[in-house]
């Protein structure tokens, strides 16, 4: 598998005020995407509350993302479950509807066991049975499991686990992934707070947030830099820094999704536990949105 | 809904070497533990491994329950899933089954927006609609949440949430919640090292890991206390002390497998991404059962 | 050494308004608390602001508690620094001023480093050239550090080693302490939120911030519980639960100066980079102590 | 003052056997160091264990810093105590001595009280009344305290508080300092394992442990960066930085020492409660010395 150049969005799933699923939605938000500069989609990630939907749910966001996405694009869905076993079974499910790969999150429940002897013996049960290539999904502040070099060592060198999306911001940490890594296993950060030196550090994608709501402005930062433009890559991401602060804090998802409707998509409710944004958040979200001059 | 009195074990659940459920060994377990000092079974806890389970397996080791526990003895199935909404499915589902009562683990994907308005909102809504009564379950070892007195207060309140089972083991914070809670809700400890403080605190019932291999013992401390022999009581208490700590440790359910095959019941396997225990771990557990003289 | 019974209030420091140890604020209280069920004295502790003194104004606080103290209290001072060299030094210091003990902070700064070798090589390096009894200070809320129970063991066997103040509320590892210990050591709560479970699990004494301002009602737990009154312990246990909450929360300094003057003693100033209490937090311990009905 | 540019070591303390500062064995440092590649010096940081020492021997280390830099180089001083009272007078006891500006550690006992009103309270008092300049030390991991982006713009303003050292290595922190801090404040990193994406996002000097031992690799990161030379500069970087990891890692000092020695330097022990390294902790480190290349 060739690496990812470019931004891929985990896309947000717009719920109905009465809690359904708005598949439309959905749908038309891919159909705005296929004209932004993106490289692939994301279906199933964190930001799509994945954790909150059913099975069948799951699978059918799969089967609208592969109905949608623009020609070319490739498809990522979030598979991990907790266990080996049934990451493989719903992996294999989605590999059948037609997704380029799947993102594996770190196994978590049982914290303090989750060592790096867990992690290999996880992700490598994962790849020896799935049909399609596997990447690993690292987000400490989700899961409070935060994947170790010496595990992202052995395992980058498995032929079916190609690459990984670090969500930490931990740049020095991507520094070390990048260094100890096979050279053919790609390591991609997952927040665009790490994205310009990510860049400087030699990553080449991002599957970030914000890319559901500024997708070009994330892409024109790589291009600045690949250009050798630095300067004016660093004030875009400086720019744009605080409107990703702002949608990925403690509130997250719901402020999120306000600012992706605000921006023209379809944002959508969230689902309980989580609750919508307050006026507050909104009326400091409309300004930061105005301070990056986005609007 | 009476409020519990005494020891209910949060069942294991014995995997083949293959991974599959040993329901058999499950089964076989129960009716041993039918002749102990217990008040009740909870399926699908966290040392169930609930986690590694499909929806299929988790209803099948309920109906499995239902159909061996002892006479008289209550029910409680584990069936929080992050969302209200899929909860509400899946206690519905298993209360069909006759399983007693339902413990509903607190959201956590989304940690930082897990807040006091977060527990409310889903628990209210679980609540509102379980067609049996609801029991709250805090373990912030696993969760990386800890619902705070002001949830518990108003949610005390709701006449079809009974009690709650705290496994953190924060004495102090246990006192807050029988302070705060309505007279109606039962705080249980979720954990052996805080039951003698919990008895002194006024708490009658526990749920916890060791009661798979040592329900008569933990029973014991209970009585001894009720009738008065405070020394006795306490001493038992911290006779088993470093047995619960062994079982629980950071690798705890390969080790409470262990002990409770040692114990004569059937632990069987872990599953990946859990590994079994070591000779060097057995080996120290052996030490420890040993020194507290329950072999 | 005989093991301590009863109740020591770890002393508050008052500053005048510039800034000053208001000296005869300080001593104003000791001789309003030698009318009070007090067994002895802590000066130089975490609620002394003691981390805000110069040495000169540390001595001079311990000469004033020598020279005021009542008849028969026992006298101890906090003297832990980092580095045992300086520690032993202002221990030995101490001693010479006739304080009876010294209470020895865990060291901290380099926290990773912290482990077990390092407190057992701490420990028992400043015992071994202290002229009087130490004890060991553990209060992770402050220090990150939490000593372990394999250290705990091991130093409380040394001769000059006599107990500890364990003030992170955490009852199964005070339960833990008592265990392993040396029966000669003393294993003291040094937070009131775990005073009612730590009298059960056998413990004697306390050092407890409240004792600043509400000793009698500590000190009145203690002999309710000892007359066999249990119920009526918890009880008054749980009434003044609230009132501690308030005094060693967050801004837990101030506000228990605001607490200690509103109950007849001098609390005084706070030293910067500390701030005073607003009319917020104090009407909000107004309710607090009207409802605990102490005021 | 003017921006540094460069690289400045936070000196070690070398002790002797018996445990007394070895200043021969300082002073030896800083003629050797004279030579390397550096802006100037810390005295009395971090890596200077100066948590162990007396108020007598850090100004003595300060005196001799002051006599023994070489011509041109900018001496700084760590003088951050607890409260701000005693922090202006020490610092100022040090700016009689000739040093050129402070480095003053956040206070951090109270953890929870130190938020951002008491850092701009802290702060803002102990600048007006430095008679020099004073930077702001940020190092979560002895601290656990984390100076927020609000104090840093407010207090990046001061006109005698100059700028930062931010040892955290959290690079979009330090991105975020560097937006809203005043263009005449300068923000540095305080940790080699940021120092590539932080010469990316526009920093220009560096405080780091590791330039106690490798200062002029260090050096030559920046000048590859600055000459344009990127790839150059970060394959250096990434060279260098398991041998960061080794010398600040747990036991950071005792190996930073073993290092610095075994490069040329005059390590020493450390002091107790930190224990020397072990054999094998050193031969660890040998082969990470080796495979950068720096023997």
Partial sequence: ?????????????????????DFDGFVSNIHKWNKDKLTGYLVNGSNSETAYLSEEEKLE??????ENAGNGRHIMAGTGLESARETIRFTNTCAKLGVGSVLVLTPCYYTNAMNSGAM???????????DIPVLIYNVTKFTHVNI???????LSRHPNIVGMKDSNGDVPQLATFLRVADPSFQVMTGTFGAWYPALALGTTAIISALANCAPNEIAEVQELYDAG??????????????????????????????????????GGYVRNPLGDSSPEEQAGLDKVLQKANIL
Same sequence: chains 1, 2, 3, 4.
Avoid: C, W
Wanted: no cysteine; aromatic share 12%; net charge negative.
């Fill in 1 to 21: 598998m060739e690496k990812f150049y470019g931004v891929i969005p985990p896309m947000i799933t717009p719920f109905k005020e009465n809690g359904d699923v």
């Fill in 61 to 66: 966001l799969v089967r609208l993302t592969v």
């Fill in 120 to 130: 290999i013996r996880f992700f490598t049960e994962v790849a020896d049975h799935s």
């Fill in 148 to 154: 170790k070099a010496d595990a992202i060592s052995e």
């Fill in 229 to 266: 433009h630095l300067e004016r890559s660093r004030d875009l991401y400086q720019r744009m820094f605080p409107v990703n602060s702002a949608v990925t804090g403690d509130f997250g998802i719901s402020m999120l999704k306000y600012a992706t409707t605000h921006l023209g998509y379809t």
